[in-house]
Structures are given as C-alpha cells and as structure tokens.
C-alpha cells in the first residue's frame, strides 16, 4: 500500500490504523454479496412484470429490505441477507408482527431461493 493509499484510507475511516482500515474495507465484501443476491432478486420479480423497491420504514427499525409488487395485487416482504446470514432479532420480531397480520415474509439468503419465493408470492 503506498503512503497516499494509506493516508486516504485512515482519512476515510477517521485517522484508525492502517490495519483498522483494511478490516473495515474487507468486511464490506459480505455486503457485496448481500447485494448480488438483491440484484438477482430484483431481476427476476422484473422478469415476471413486477417491481420490487426497497421498503424503507423510518422510525421503525427491523423492517424487511424489499416489497415485491407482481401483476395481479400479489406481494410479499423479502429481507434479503449474504449467503448464510440470518435475521437480527430484532427483525425476527418484526417479521412476526407481520405474519399475525397476515403478510407474507420471506427470508432470502441463496439466489435459489427465489423462484420458490416468487411462486408462491403469486399463488397467494
């Protein structure tokens, strides 16, 4: 790493040691690969003529990340993790709540997943 790399990158993180700096920036690999997997989410419900946008619920934390909206006023909550990652609980919590009031919630954490998700999204 030379001199300027490393200056920008404790810059970046606030003036933390150079080897700081380098396990902030690798550990955003595990959220780039949450972010494959929400891309191929995305792709797919296009593929089937739906949108899916991120579901943002300020002030109310553990919300799930997307709605999937499909023809026919089918939908369902996806919170989509990196392979192998699993719900906070705080999230967990939350989607409960959802289910007793009737929502359909989905865990997404392998790009296989999503075709059986979005069967029975639009079988509901």
């Not at 030379?2 to 404790?10: G, K, Y």
């Not at 780039?32 to 934390?61: H, N, T, W, Y």
């Not at 705080?90 to 929502?103: A, D, N, T």
């Amino acid at each position: 790493m030379t001199e300027t790399m490393t200056r920008s990158v404790s810059t970046l993180i606030g003036a933390a040691p150079v080897r700081d700096a380098w396990m902030h920036l690798k550990g955003r690999g595990r959220n780039m690969r949450e972010k494959q997997v929400e891309q191929k989410l995305v792709r797919a419900v296009k593929a089937r003529g739906g949108i899916c946008p991120k579901f943002v619920s300020p002030g109310f934390d553990g919300m799930p990340d997307r709605i999937v909206l499909l023809p026919g006023r089918h939908f369902g909550f996806v919170e989509v993790k990196a392979p192998g990652e699993v719900p906070r609980p705080l999230q967990v919590s939350r989607h409960r709540l959802m289910k007793r009031l009737g929502f359909q919630v989905y865990v997404l954490d392998d790009p296989e997943q999503i075709g059986g998700i979005l069967d029975e999204i639009q079988a509901t």
